[in-house]
């Protein structure tokens, strides 16, 4: 066997040599199985059967015979001539074994890793979604006899590692004694790691709670992955005794190689048949309207939602990269916002079913650092603290679906700020500073503070969410429960349908199927990554300076609403599976984005669009009614000798400027708060840079 390893490594000279000239910060020769199978089938089959293995002989010799071990002594006697050969003269090399045949049953779920796969030799995909700290690990143990004082070596195998004991030698080669002390600080050590991956979002269906496994990671595979990175993990199932006494024992992976994969939202397998079945569909030219209604067609109405739900699922174009290494986020954020009862759970279950790679949490029972990340202390690794990546980072390059999002702690909501703008997250918890990606979509539901939804008062005002996170939504729609004698028969009719049995139902069945449709998804992520057309380009500018162009005193839009029509209009595109943003795009987009305004951005006082309806909590109507009242208190103050001016003169002035009772004793309240105003008598007010 170890002939026929020597003329394999014959044929690697390239990567040997480049091996020997990157030591010691590379350490591994990499063999790819399928290569090793060409080279010699025989071979190929053995390091899959007995990986590692090692034979002792009645004087404690040790002779490798897994076909990994043997590779590792041929690797070692080679004598590679290295730059930096370290403290033992003699480098040790590992050897990782890549790309493991998928057809042989050496590849596994995580699910299907149990009492059976110990010992086996097999390969895995998951999401690391924790990780340890890097501890030492005994590799060279070197000891002192207690007799003479003569030093001896005891190299600890991989097995002693395992087990976390340390192997002394049998008995001093210069006097016989049997006593020794371990020197720690001249002994060799390894790096080590503990990860735990857990199964791919993509490959659960109906609420499956997603399974785990821990990874143990030695030497130069330590610091290769970060939490939310999806990863192939090789290696062999160990166990992993309790650390009191019991009979139940832990499974892990004892990792040979680990390799970070592409966190692709379309990782899924689409076959040829399927790919012309996909380009015929979008051919059609009511592609648009076949994707709208095979959203959640048990919902009656809300085409406008679903529109915006498939521009979602669908993202902009991929890796825009400003010339400046700035990063423009691609991913469309929605918010549902609107009174009880009317489906809005309904359509964030119906996208965690349909989208390729999904997350769903509510509010009530998410914190922010289930959002974002957390610190926990892991017993596995001694005690010390490990990250554990949250929802939004797992979901990456997926959408986060996230119902109740008012009922969120403010403390939670803030974690959002830099997840949805940003993309990252950055922790600083337990002495641990790091950054993770989160290029996650979010579609949010949220109720009103007072059941329901008012058109007259600022959204700041009826939900229980800061202007700044409201700001970072694309699209806000509110969903208004409004009776209407024939709506509510459409509806009703449309319920009953679900109820019943047969041919009623066939109107309920999505048009492209759901399997279909998710792979449609799947396949315009992959492969369309559409650019703006100078037409359609000159369109959303023409659009967006038309609508900054109102009153001076009101902000009609923001720089990020036109980000957000960019986003919009080439996920129109990518529907149509073309790589050019069209005018029809422009159009499409224009006319949603002219819905939401209409709907959440209007002044019902002054019938213009305020855009800090949205992302202020002052829109112009309440701007101009604080500086009508100050106008009035310091009018006030101006006629009387005291200088104050008490709250029923304060009112009635403002009632014949038609300002509401109410709304002005509002505003006197802010104005104290803020300490603008303050009251050194009973409801008499003067202006605190009065006072002296």
């Known amino acids: 066997m170890k002939d026929r390893i020597e003329k394999f490594l014959e044929t690697k000279t390239e990567a040997l040599n480049a091996l020997a000239e990157k030591y010691p910060e590379t350490k591994s020769l990499n063999v790819d199985w399928s290569e090793l199978e060409k080279f010699d089938k025989e071979l190929a089959e053995n390091v899959l059967i007995n990986p590692y293995g090692v034979l002792y002989d009645s004087h404690g010799t040790k002779a490798p015979t897994g076909i990994i071990d043997i590779f590792e002594q041929v690797l070692y006697e080679m004598n590679l001539p290295v730059l930096d050969p370290g403290k033992t003269g003699t480098p040790d090399f590992h050897v990782r074994l890549t790309n493991l045949p998928k057809d042989r049953g050496y590849t596994y779920m995580i699910?299907?890793?149990?009492?059976?796969?110990?010992?086996r030799f097999l390969s895995t995909e998951g999401v690391v979604n924790r990780i340890s700290d890097v501890f030492p690990k005994l590799h060279v143990a070197r000891f002192r006899c207690n007799g003479c004082g003569q030093t001896a070596e005891q190299v600890q195998d991989r097995e002693d590692r395992l087990r976390g004991q340390i192997v002394t030698p049998i008995r001093c080669n210069s006097c016989g004694k049997m006593d020794f002390r371990f020197m720690a600080e001249e002994s060799d050590w390894l790096d080590f790691q503990i990860l735990e991956i857990q199964e791919p979002l993509e490959y659960l269906k109906g609420g499956e709670q997603a399974r785990k496994v821990k990874i143990w990671v030695e030497d130069d595979l330590t610091d290769r992955v970060t939490a939310g990175d999806k990863v192939v993990v090789t290696g062999v199932i160990r166990l992993q005794p309790p650390q009191k006494k019991g009979s139940?024992?832990?499974?892990?992976?004892?990792?040979?190689?680990?390799?970070?994969?592409?966190?692709?939202?379309?990782?899924?397998?689409?076959?040829?048949?399927?790919e012309k079945e996909i380009k015929k569909l979008a051919k059609d030219p009511q592609i648009h309207n076949l994707i709208v209604d095979s959203i959640a067609p048990s919902i009656y109405g809300y085409k406008e939602v679903k529109e915006a739900i498939a521009l979602q699922m669908f993202g902009g174009r991929q890796g825009k990269v400003l010339p400046d290494g700035g990063k423009v986020r691609a991913d469309i954020h929605l918010l549902l916002i609107g009174d009880p009862g009317v489906a809005k759970s309904r359509l964030l279950k119906y996208v965690d079913q349909i989208a390729p790679k999904s997350i769903y949490v509510s509010g009530k029972g998410t914190t922010g650092a289930g959002l974002t990340a957390t610190a926990e202390k892991d017993e596995l690794a001694e005690g010390a603290w490990t990250l554990k990546a949250g929802a939004l980072v797992l979901a990456g390059g997926g959408i986060a679906c996230i119902d109740e999002f008012d009922k969120m702690e403010k403390e939670d909501r803030a974690a959002m700020h830099e997840a949805m703008e940003q993309q990252t997250i950055s922790v600083a918890k337990a002495g641990i500073v790091a950054r993770f990606k989160c290029n996650t979509a979010i579609l949010a539901a949220s109720n009103p503070k007072f059941s329901r939804f008012d058109n007259y008062k600022p959204l700041g005002e009826q939900f229980d969410i800061p202007p700044t996170l409201l700001s970072r939504f694309d699209l806000i729609f509110p969903i208004q429960d409004i009776v209407d004698r024939e709506t509510d028969r459409k509806i009703a009719e449309h319920m009953?349908?679900?109820?019943?049995?047969?041919?009623?139902?066939?109107?309920?069945?999505?048009?492209?199927?759901?399997?279909?449709?998710?792979?449609?998804?799947?396949?315009?992520?992959?492969?369309?990554?559409?650019?703006?057309?100078?037409?359609?380009?000159?369109?959303?500018?023409?659009?967006?300076?038309?609508?900054r162009g109102g009153s001076?005193?009101?902000v009609r839009a923001?720089?990020?609403?036109?980000?957000?029509?960019?986003?919009?209009?080439?996920?129109?595109?990518?529907?149509?599976?073309?790589?050019?943003?069209?005018?029809?795009?422009?159009d499409r987009v224009i006319k949603l984005t002219n819905f939401v305004l209409k709907e959440i951005a209007t002044d019902k006082n002054t019938g213009e669009i305020d855009i800090d309806r949205i992302v202020t909590d002052h829109p112009k109507s309440k701007r101009d009614g604080i500086r009508n009242v100050e106008d009035i208190i310091r009018g006030l103050i101006a006629n009387t000798p005291d200088r104050m001016a008490s709250l029923d003169d304060?009112?009635?002035?403002?009632?014949?400027?038609?300002?509401?009772?109410?709304?002005?004793?509002?505003?006197?309240?802010e104005l104290k708060s803020k300490g603008i105003i303050y009251e050194p008598r009973h409801d008499k007010y003067m202006f605190t840079e009065d006072q002296g």
């Open 111 to 119: 699910r299907f890793i149990d009492s059976e796969t110990i010992t």
């Open 248 to 274: 139940v024992y832990t499974k892990f992976i004892e990792a040979n190689y680990i390799e970070p994969i592409e966190k692709d939202f379309e990782d899924i397998e689409i076959t040829k048949k399927e």
């Open 496 to 547: 009953m349908k679900m109820h019943k049995t047969g041919e009623y139902q066939k109107d309920l069945e999505p048009v492209i199927p759901t399997d279909l449709f998710r792979k449609y998804i799947a396949f315009a992520r992959k492969n369309i990554q559409p650019l703006l057309s100078e037409e359609a380009a000159q369109k959303l500018t023409e659009y967006y300076v038309e609508l």
């Open 552 to 554: 001076k005193e009101t």
């Open 558 to 586: 923001t720089p990020r609403q036109l980000e957000a029509l960019v986003r919009l209009a080439e996920a129109s595109a990518k529907i149509r599976l073309s790589n050019d943003v069209t005018m029809e795009d422009a």
């Open 650 to 669: 304060i009112i009635a002035a403002a009632t014949e400027k038609k300002i509401d009772k109410f709304e002005v004793e509002k505003i006197i309240n």
